[in-house]
């Protein structure tokens, strides 16, 4: 069964804590990306990679990392710096990251600080 | 600056009616557009694409219009189920070079049985 996978589901976290987000893939995509969704509002790209131990900001990239160490993962980070940690996170994954590529999602990451 | 907007945040239809979703860029750069549907704790599934040499794209029950001129986009969804309850978003990007995807705010669709 080819797809994306993140865990866990549900993540909560105190507040000044980091916390990493996983996103695994078997499409053999080169593309990955890592999204935000807050209610109301539209998905932000928060970092993208198009290639392995390569990868660039996205629109609010500040208080994040992320690396890309093998292909297949592109693991996220929200550091004590994000302001406003709690949201919807969601991992996103296409062949080459050009032209016509359609993103695939997995199923997301509510994380919850407290 | 807002550059993909879907003006209604939510839409009602009775089930076996059309529904419509509306979306309007602003950058004339755009020439790609995609829809996804997305449930409640899941991610956004792919549903449909249209590129700007097009004025429509259909696939099964739906249908993408563009219009580039007004710069503006509709699915069409025909005959509505009650399963096409979900959030819809519009997204779109240039084909050419390594862009980004731009996604609107999403309309939330409930079909009423």
């Known amino acids: 069964d080819g797809g994306i996978t993140q865990s866990p589901k549900y993540l909560f976290r105190k507040e000044g804590q980091n916390v990493t987000l996983s996103c695994e893939q078997n499409?053999?995509?080169?593309?990955m990306y890592w999204y935000r969704q807050d209610p109301g509002q539209g998905l932000r790209l928060i970092y993208y990679?198009?290639?392995?131990?390569?990868?660039q900001k996205g629109d609010i990239a500040e208080g994040y990392s992320v690396s890309r160490e093998k292909k297949e993962s592109f693991p996220l980070t929200v550091t004590s710096a994000q302001k406003n940690p709690t949201a919807f996170y969601l991992c996103?994954?296409?062949?080459?990251?050009?032209?016509?590529?359609?993103?695939?999602f997995g199923p997301g990451t509510r994380l919850t600080v407290l | 600056d807002q550059q993909v907007k879907q003006n209604s945040p939510s839409l009602s239809v009775q089930e076996g009616r059309i529904s419509i979703l509306n979306c309007d860029y602003t950058?004339?750069?755009?020439?790609?557009f995609l829809w996804y549907k997305k449930y409640p704790a899941e991610g956004p599934t792919f549903l449909i694409s249209?590129?700007?040499?097009?004025d429509k794209n259909e696939d099964g029950r739906f249908t993408v219009f563009l219009n580039k001129s007004a710069k503006h986009l509709s699915l069409h969804i025909v005959p509505s189920q009650p399963g096409d309850s979900a959030v819809y978003f519009c997204?779109?990007?240039?084909?050419?070079?390594?862009?980004?995807?731009?996604f609107g705010t999403g309309t939330r669709l409930t079909i009423i049985p």
């Open positions: 499409l053999n995509h080169d593309a």
């Open positions: 996103a994954s296409s062949i080459a990251g050009g032209g016509t590529d359609t993103q695939y």
């Open positions: 950058n004339s750069m755009f020439d790609y």
């Open positions: 249209i590129s700007s040499i097009k």
């Open positions: 997204a779109a990007k240039r084909m050419f070079g390594n862009e980004k995807l731009t």
């Open positions: 990679s198009q290639i392995v131990n390569d990868f």
